[in-house]
């Protein structure tokens, strides 16, 4: 057997393995989305009226180009938007990640909905907001929210619903639409194993982000 042939052999084997590693993942992890997705996009996730709920946290998905938000995130935006010139709310929270000086989220967010029309006064940036248990977190014990508005995708509605319950938040979820078939697909088996780790971590997170103080304290609204 020649050294290409070899190689190839190893690469076929690599990834049979790769294959059987992720679907016997994403079987032990099926009962975990069962049960988020029932609980929690059944009973019911889908809300329509948001009346008396005064704040929308809109969760990161991702920019490009250094301050673009991504597909994903533009729709759960343009959601948010619609949300606020109907007058439904009074302030948006969006929360994303900063750790790098080159990737901010909750600033790329704000640019995008100040150009849409809301204006920034009304706009606040939550640059700690790494996952979707840190936002949730952070929403409820450094913003000072006992409830508000969730805008997301479909596919991502029953984790984040979920997580944000489990923090002590009272949830309005509104789906905002999903974008790209890819995309989408991709979402929406990556909820598999998210859901997994979102339901463990759920019952012993600890490993919080505390504010420095100067945050707003938005439960007046």
Known sequence: MGWLSFFKL?????????????????????????????VF???????????????????????????EPS???????DK?????KLKKVKKVLVTGDNREVYYNEPLAMKTYLVKSGIPGGDIIQDFAGRRTIDSCW???NVFKLNRL????????????NYLCKSVGLEVKAISSENGR?????????????????????????????AGNGNEPNLGVY
């Open 10 to 38: 190893k690469e076929f084997v690599f990834f049979q393995i790769f294959k059987f590693v992720v679907v016997a993942i994403s079987f032990l992890c099926l009962p975990f989305w069962y049960f988020t997705f029932l």
């Open 149 to 160: 508005i969730l805008v997301t995708q479909p596919f991502h509605l029953a984790r984040s």
């Open 138 to 140: 952070r929403a409820k």
């Open 71 to 77: 597909i994903v995130l533009e729709k759960r935006l």
């Open 181 to 209: 078939f890819r995309v989408t697909a991709f979402g929406i088996l990556r909820e598999i194993p998210a859901t997994w780790l979102a339901v463990t971590e759920s019952f012993n997170y600890n490993d919080v982000i």
């Open 41 to 67: 996009a059944l009973n019911p996730v889908f809300q329509k009226d948001a009346s008396n709920f005064g704040v929308v946290m809109v969760l990161g998905a991702g920019i490009i180009n250094g301050s």
């Open 80 to 84: 948010v938007v619609e949300l606020y």
